[in-house]
């Protein structure tokens, strides 16, 4: 690779791993009835539990798909696998957790986290947590940290009394759908006047396609007792959709102090539905600290229906070629478009010399090397190293129909006979290959071939030439061929097939034909123009126009043909009579041997080299989320939808929300914070920042409610918007329902962005244009960091550095 490593890499790679997991148990896809009978019988629960899911499953399958927020009319519930239990047990000892499992927490720094700097841990893996544990100490005085499955049957009593109190199944669908199949997720209980010193933090891992994760969390802070909760996910990039639907419930008992701290950074195909909720009593402070973090040339070439068009060209409701689950092309619908500044890009070239140029978090599909056997997934270019191997496409379905042509108006004068042709057919495209390569018209009456006489081409020539247009080549010196016939030229120029050497292209009908028409006119070119060097077994073809073999490259890719790289020959001569010399450039484009059969094939990576900056466009797809760009598998985006919130329940009780989102390219950070106040002198503080970039857009969705009789409740909202691009959007959807006089609230907003002379002043200090951006969008965020422990501010900080990658650089 010719990139360096602070170009290109970031800390993407740590994450976007997937594992090949046999799972002990898992459910058949889709939900029923049945379904939620069958994760209940899996884990043995009580009686009172299965009423609990089935009566969540009547209410999910009555309520109808919120509308309001973000679009989630893609999200097909049949294609979701709602269990899947990847070990035996929860586990207490970390060296007792299934090889393969514990692997991929120690990728992610479990339990290396646990060692330096928690209380305890908690792990989650698809449907089920695999560890928890809570260091002696704490366990000893009454902190119980474990699996809510786990609480179910140690602790009845508690779990029972609290559970589903916060957030009743009723609450919305999601809630419902998550009471209905709920698995895994952490259970805390703190003592009364007990307080833990350092964290404790959960971890989150979907890890199966298609995979829908539903932990759910119940943390019970007994009174005057103290607790900080951290929960971090991830989830590696699939060809299809997985779905993150959590409950969490929140109970801060009278004189009691919570913080509940969230650091996500989902992959982009993961729908975050999440429902969050807290009750604070009389004197009781919550605390909820949320973040969430979570594109190509214009010209690059996107297959649709047996054609070949620029993105930037692409509209919502048409219809791209697209991976499914099963490695079959189908085609799957546009639903939206987005164009951005420019922005630092990266030219991806493979061994084949297929090549796209994109962001460096635009994902591709690929395959690396793991000891023997290789791992697929999508990976953001940044994370593409040496070895690994991208997706290209090889044969895609044949859409393709014949050209029906325009009957012209004869030439007023025109003496000669002239057959006008109906329909394309693979004789006529042959002919018209060989014109792209040594054709010609003159004074716009005449038709030229230039084909030797001892060349065995020149007979088909002549007789498709007679038999398709009934014009009559002759021989008019001994590699040159002509037609007088105006209605000819007027036929070729009328279906663009005209110019001279270094101005002909490829007509864009030539690209919606079958494949077996695209084919025969590449092989009329290669007749005409094709060599194959001694001893070499490719063939090549030559022209002087580049333009021209870039366009027959991706017709070829388009018809399952494998073109290779176009390179470039140059020669001087000397002109006759005098010293003046002049310089003749040639161009070759090389084929490999025979079609490529199978939709897709794995080529490895031959660079990755800045590109400077560029305008970019990016589509989503509907279903698969991926599309084909110059021959390559890449990937698109998802959406997050997430409103914590704190019901204020007893006198005196404090809340204080800060939200962090981050929406990139193709992303949708639909976040928010409700304060709902039902007891006097209560107070509440929400911060909500948002940072958009390359096209993305994030959404506050803000509450406040004071309830008659919270009488002298104070409440404040500050919603703070930096947008990095003209591109990119954020909206503010506050909702204020204030039913006491004696109230005092204050709300602000504001929308910027970043300031040019900010940027000259920290680049006069030694720091370069992105280092100066990054720098301002983490001081923009310090409100949140600084709520952080050290470690987990630093860790932050990384993921919105590598959040603002393909952005600021």
Request: aromatic share 10%; hydrophobic share 40%.
């Amino acid at each position: 690779m010719t990139a360096t490593r602070d170009q290109v890499t970031d800390r993407r790679q740590e994450y976007a791993f997937h594992d090949d997991i046999v799972y002990l148990t898992e459910t058949k896809r889709g939900l029923t009835r049945e379904t939620v009978e069958e994760i209940s019988a899996i884990k043995g629960e009580p009686d009172w539990m299965l009423q609990f899911r089935l009566r969540s499953y009547d209410h999910f399958v009555r309520r109808p798909m919120p509308t309001w927020g973000g679009d989630l009319s893609r999200i097909d519930f049949d294609r979701i696998v709602y269990y899947r239990k990847p070990s035996e047990r929860e586990e207490k000892s970390w060296d007792d957790v299934p090889e393969q499992i514990k692997a991929t927490f120690e990728k992610l720094g479990i339990p290396e986290a646990e060692r330096k700097f928690l209380a305890g841990v908690g792990a989650q893996y698809d449907s089920e947590v695999v560890y928890h544990s809570v260091r002696e100490e704490l366990s000893k005085i009454g902190v119980v940290f474990m699996g809510t499955d786990q609480a179910l049957k140690e602790y009845p009593e508690i779990f029972r009394q609290h559970f589903g109190t916060v957030v009743p199944p009723e609450d919305n669908k999601f809630a419902a759908l998550n009471s209905a199949v709920w698995s895994g997720g952490s259970f805390v209980y703190v003592p009364k006047g007990v307080e833990v010193p350092l964290p404790l933090q959960a971890y989150f891992r979907i890890n199966g396609e298609n995979t829908g994760q539903f932990e759910r969390t119940l943390v019970v802070v007994d009174e005057h007792a103290k607790v900080h909760y951290i929960e971090g996910c991830t989830a590696p990039i699939y060809a299809t959709d997985s779905l993150h639907a959590a409950v969490v419930e929140v109970i801060a008992l009278p004189g009691s102090q919570v913080r509940y701290t969230t650091i996500q950074n989902w992959s982009n195909d993961v729908y975050n539905l999440v429902t969050k909720r807290a009750h604070a009593h009389a004197n009781a402070t919550v605390e909820w600290i949320d973040a969430n973090t979570g594109c190509l040339a214009p010209d690059s070439l996107v297959l649709k229906n047996n054609d070949v068009v620029p993105i930037a060209d692409l509209n919502p409701g048409e219809h791209v070629y697209s991976l499914n689950p099963q490695f079959e092309i189908e085609r799957s619908l546009v639903t939206a478009k987005q164009t951005n500044d420019p922005a630092p890009v990266f030219d991806l070239v493979l061994q084949n010399h297929r090549r796209v140029r994109a962001t460096p978090n635009h994902p591709f599909l690929v395959a690396r090397k793991v000891g023997r056997t290789r791992r697929l997934g999508w990976l953001p270019l940044a994370s593409i190293v040496d070895g690994d191997e991208v997706a290209v496409v090889g044969h895609s379905p044949d859409l393709g129909e014949p050209r029906t042509f325009e009957r012209l108006l004869p030439r007023s004068g025109s003496r000669n006979s002239f057959r006008w042709p109906t329909h394309s057919s693979d004789d006529l495209m042959w002919l018209l290959g060989f014109f792209l390569g040594d054709g010609y018209t003159e004074r716009g009456v005449r038709v030229y071939f230039a084909v030797p006489e001892a060349d065995p081409a020149a007979e088909r020539v002549v007789g498709l030439a007679k038999t398709l247009f009934d014009a009559d080549l002759k021989r008019v010196g001994p590699v040159v061929l002509r037609a007088n016939s105006a209605n000819w030229v007027d036929w070729l120029h009328a279906n663009e097939f005209s110019g001279n050497a270094h101005t002909k292209r490829i007509a864009a009908w030539v690209y919606r034909l079958p494949h077996a028409q695209k084919r025969a006119l590449i092989d009329g070119y290669i007749a005409a123009d094709g060599y194959m060097r001694e001893g070499h077994r490719n063939v090549s073809i030559t022209s002087a126009n580049r333009e021209l073999l870039e366009d027959v490259r991706q017709l070829a890719i388009s018809a399952g043909l494998n073109p290779l790289k176009i390179s470039k020959w140059s020669r001087v001569e000397r002109k006759p009579l005098g010293k003046e010399e002049k310089e003749y450039t040639s161009y070759f484009l090389y084929f490999g041997e025979g079609t490529l059969d199978a939709p897709v094939h794995f080529v490895p990576v031959a660079t990755i080299e800045y590109a400077g900056e560029h305008p970019t466009v990016d589509i989503e797809v509907e279903g698969t989320a991926n599309f084909i760009a110059n021959g390559i598998f890449v990937h698109n985006s998802k959406l997050t939808m997430k409103y914590p919130s704190i019901y204020l329940r007893g006198e005196n009780a404090t809340a204080d929300i800060i939200s962090v989102a981050v929406g990139g390219h193709g992303q949708h950070q639909d976040t928010g914070a409700k304060a709902i106040h039902l007891a006097p002198n209560t107070r509440s503080r929400i911060v909500s920042k948002s940072v958009s970039r390359d096209g993305g857009r994030t959404s506050y969705r803000g509450q406040i409610k004071v309830a008659p009789g919270a009488t002298n409740a104070v409440a404040s909202v500050r919603c703070d918007a930096l947008m990095l691009d003209d591109q990119s959007r954020s909206d503010t959807y506050p909702y204020i329902d204030i039913q006491e006089d004696d109230t005092t609230l204050t709300h602000e907003a504001t929308v910027g962005k970043i300031s040019a002379d900010q940027v000259f002043y920290l680049m006069s200090r030694g720091l370069t244009e992105n280092e100066a951006q990054n720098l301002i969008v983490q001081g923009f965020l310090e409100v949140f960091t600084k709520e952080l422990p050290m470690e987990y501010a630093i860790e932050f900080n990384r993921l919105v550095k590598l959040e603002m990658e393909g952005s600021l650089g």
